[in-house]
């Protein structure tokens, strides 16, 4: 069962390695996967119920990014909602929805394509976590949770 305590795991300094493909509204197209390092510090909130986490990267082309997650837990549905935020995107404030089972963290959105503004179900999978290490995944579908297309993975080593 998800509880207040699932994100524990991700508070402090991390480092992270970041593979990410470049056309993930277009996977039919050839794309091509980047590598970036990037660090990251999360921090409980609001009496633990709530997880800022604060995000630096610098992509391969020289631009910076800089992002924060926000995390929230409510105690009545047990279910977290996870907003993110950057510097290079209008805000959105919708949530993915989703909860702790076994370890593994699974999370949902529906936004509209930016290509065609189709719907797009979004999944964020959090996994492999240990004391010093967690993988973070996103992976969109395009026929509507039939079949999920991994564009991003974050590997997180704690510093």
């Known amino acids: 069962m998800s509880g207040v305590t699932d994100f524990d795991f991700l508070l402090g300094s991390w480092n992270i390695r970041n593979l990410r493909r470049t056309n993930p509204f277009a996977p039919e197209k050839e794309g091509v996967w980047e590598e970036f390092p990037a660090f990251s510090t999360s921090a409980k909130q609001l009496d633990g119920r709530v997880r800022v986490e604060q995000y630096e990267a610098t992509l391969p082309n020289g631009e910076l990014v800089q992002g924060m997650t926000i995390r929230a837990f409510d105690q009545e549905t047990q ?66 949770g039939q079949t999920w297309d991994t564009n991003w993975i974050m590997d997180h080593q704690r510093q």
């Not at 702790?100 to 976590?129: A, C, M, N």
């Open 79 to 144: 279910q977290w909602s996870i907003v993110w935020l950057d510097n290079r995107n209008s805000p959105d404030f919708r949530p993915l929805l989703g909860h702790f089972e076994h370890g593994v963290g699974l999370f949902y959105q529906v936004i509209e394509s930016p290509l065609d503004g189709k719907p797009v179900h979004i999944r964020f999978i959090w996994d492999q976590i240990t004391e010093k290490s967690a993988r973070w995944q996103q992976a969109f579908s395009f026929d509507g």
